[in-house]
């Protein structure tokens, strides 16, 4: 197969960029290695300048047509007092909400509207095994299938398959660690008709929850220390069932439903970045290029941040069949500080926040155990326009610049 561009990686990153390729002419294919986008551990959030995307591609209506629920204001409970973390409704962006929908409604929402272009392609179950090299540069890639082993040539290979990419491995591109001292539990528990929703996350001393409401169910996200999984396993499930309880209440009554710890997710949270997302015929965008912590749910924006950019810079070149290490190096220098600049916020909350959070013990769930930060937003709650301005549009939000090809429109 020959294509102007392979993209390694069906999600938020490689879809997005898949699909304005494909709307501007360009012949891509994406591979996605499992046969669905349904996974529990993916991010739900889709945020105001992400919105922005998607109103610009005139897909908004179309969009929030979609299963999802509208977060104005970002809430929680940290110990014991109800804050107001982020207000949105102040944002100058058309959708002054976090849409949060699971995110293979998003996935399969790009890839049902991409096959309406002809260069559009998607490959499921199919997964990258190594780069195909002509010289120093990368030409191409070989990928298995459910039909057997490919050989895909391209103009362009991108590396949209998160944090544990092939592609950035088999590139010799290395990782820049920033370190994180949390790790995520995922898990399942049903939800009840008269179950509280207002606060999104939950602060005690000594434990944090973060609960997506997904209709019939919570996606409930347990925050703990960095390595301490063994730990609490080895105190047994029940030890999980009574912590849920202390910081939720109102899930008494089905903590039972963990049956096993096979009903519990470890999500090892990691924070780092490319020292470099580009070799010759070959770049990284998305988790590939920088793993995001899970705090904010600002993953996915980055992401599609950068697959916008990449579309805005690189349409003409790969029309061209001329990219080069400059127009690589291009999205890369555009992308840095707004990542950079995202990471040093999340390390900041991780530190200040959540290590004083869970380092804390139950008697310490006072007024005075609040961090400052948090005491700041409730005293003077316009300081709640500074982190919906961080989530909800992020650091230098990019805007399609690219037009849809005769062939596509």
Not at 108 to 132: D, Y
Request: proline share 5%; charged share 20%; glycine share 8%.
């Amino acid at each position: 197969m020959r294509v102007g561009c392979c993209i390694a990686g069906g999600g938020p990153a490689g879809m997005m960029l898949g699909y304005l390729l494909a709307r501007a002419g360009i012949e891509v294919v994406v591979l996605e290695k499992h046969a669905d986008f349904l996974r529990d551990f993916r991010g739900d959030t889709v945020h105001p300048s992400t919105l922005d995307v998607i109103a610009e591609l005139g897909l908004l209506e179309a969009f929030l047509a979609r299963p999802h629920q509208e977060v104005a204001k970002l809430t929680g409970i940290v110990m014991g007092h109800d804050v107001t973390l982020a207000d949105f409704t102040h944002l100058h962006t058309r959708c002054k909400f976090i849409a949060l929908m699971p995110q293979w409604e998003f996935l399969n929402f790009l890839a049902e509207n991409g096959r309406r272009f002809p260069a559009f392609r998607v490959m499921m179950s199919a997964q990258v095994t190594e780069l195909v090299r002509d010289g120093g540069a990368v030409v191409g890639v070989r990928a298995t299938t459910q039909d057997g082993p490919i050989e895909i040539r391209a103009d362009l290979v991108v590396g949209a398959d998160g944090r544990h990419s092939t592609v950035r491995a088999a590139a010799g591109l290395t990782v820049r660690d920033l370190g994180a001292p949390i790790d995520v539990l995922w898990m399942q528990l049903s939800k009840h008709a008269d179950d509280p929703n207002s606060a999104l996350g939950r602060f005690v001393a000594g434990h944090v929850l973060v609960t997506l409401d997904r209709g019939d169910y919570w996606q409930c996200a347990f925050v703990i220390p960095k390595g301490g999984f063994d730990a609490l396993r080895a105190r047994g499930l029940q030890t999980l069932r009574d912590d849920l309880v202390a910081i939720a209440p109102f899930l008494h009554d089905r903590v039972d439903e963990l049956r096993s710890w096979d009903d519990v997710k470890l999500l090892v949270v990691t924070v780092d970045r490319l020292r470099r997302w580009h070799a010759p015929g070959v770049l990284c965008i998305g988790d590939a290029a920088h793993a995001m912590s899970p705090i904010g749910g600002v993953g996915i924006n980055l992401a599609i941040q950068d697959a916008v950019a990449a579309a805005n810079l690189l349409v003409e070149p790969l029309r061209a069949r001329s990219v080069t290490e400059r127009d690589l190096a291009a999205v890369e220098r555009r992308r840095t500080f707004p990542v950079r600049v995202t990471q040093a916020i999340q390390v900041f909350a991780q530190d200040r926040i959540f290590r004083s959070v869970l380092g804390a013990p139950a008697a310490a769930a006072t007024p005075q155990a609040v961090p400052l930060p948090v005491r700041l937003l409730r005293r003077f709650p316009f300081l709640q326009r500074i982190p919906a301005r961080v989530v909800g549009v992020g650091v230098r939000p990019e805007h399609v610049r690219t037009r849809p090809s005769t062939s596509s429109r």
